[in-house]
């Protein structure tokens, strides 16, 4: 069953700009992760960010994670056509059994 | 070295054949994880091996038959598929973690077998 709900489901920007992909969850976590999967490929972690956390940097990329609201946001400052693919986040409840969302494409133009 | 690799990359079967996917990693790793992916969807998990002993399955019909013949290897053993089952099969794998007061991992996930079930 899926826990995390992607919003947008689709995402078109050009390069250089930021893109903003948010999750929402329905259930206690011990961590939010967000991975990237380029088409038809394996899936690349990005981020991870435990429950007591609220914010993460890596590179050009910034995770947030709100626990009462049962929500996350992954931001990508300075976007490039490489950045193209589709993003999920995932739930970990503490035993490392994912659940994913339903996922954001995210295509940038050059 | 913190590949998982997949094998075949490519598989079509008949819904009478037996196949095998399988999956390896060196990095030490003692959980490892089967995931079904349909196009446009997220990765469904089917199986978790935990030092080489099943420890979840996602309710998985009987057709597939997941195998870990040691730490480094993860099989998926296939027979008597239907044309739904057709779908990318990724394997990850990841640290093994002692549940939600412990530290959870990252999961390494290999590239994928694009099954078509014809």
């Known amino acids: 069953s899926q826990q995390g709900e992607e919003d947008p489901q689709a995402l078109s920007i050009q390069e250089g700009e930021n893109a903003t992909m948010n999750c929402s969850y329905k259930?206690?976590?011990?961590?939010l992760q967000w991975y990237r999967q380029n088409s038809g490929r394996g899936l690349v972690h990005l981020i991870l960010?435990?429950?007591?956390?609220r914010e993460k940097h890596s590179g050009r990329l910034r995770v947030t994670l709100d626990t009462s609201k049962k929500s996350s946001s992954l931001l990508i400052t300075a976007s490039r056509a490489a950045d193209t693919a589709s993003y999920f986040c995932?739930?970990?409840?503490?035993?490392?059994?994912?659940?994913f969302g339903k996922g954001t494409m995210l295509l940038v133009s050059p | 070295d913190t590949e998982v690799t997949q094998t075949p990359k490519h598989l079509v079967m008949g819904m009478t054949n037996k196949k095998s996917l399988k999956c390896e990693q060196h990095?030490?790793?003692?959980?490892m994880y089967w995931y079904k992916q349909k196009a446009k969807k997220p990765p469904e998990l089917m199986f978790v091996?935990?030092?080489?002993?099943?420890?979840i399955n996602e309710s998985v019909p009987s057709r597939f038959s997941p195998e870990c013949p040691n730490s480094s290897l993860l099989n998926l053993h296939l027979h008597a598929l239907q044309p739904e089952d057709s779908a990318l099969y990724l394997c990850?794998?990841?640290?093994?973690?002692?549940?939600?007061?412990?530290?959870?991992?990252?999961?390494?996930f290999g590239p994928g077998t694009r099954l078509t079930v014809t």
């Open positions: 091996y935990s030092y080489e002993k099943l420890s």
């Open positions: 995932a739930t970990d409840a503490g035993y490392s059994t994912l659940t």
């Open positions: 990095m030490g790793h003692r959980a």
């Open positions: 960010i435990r429950s007591n956390e």
């Open positions: 259930t206690s976590i011990n961590n």
């Open positions: 990850a794998s990841s640290q093994v973690s002692f549940g939600p007061a412990g530290v959870s991992y990252e999961q390494y």
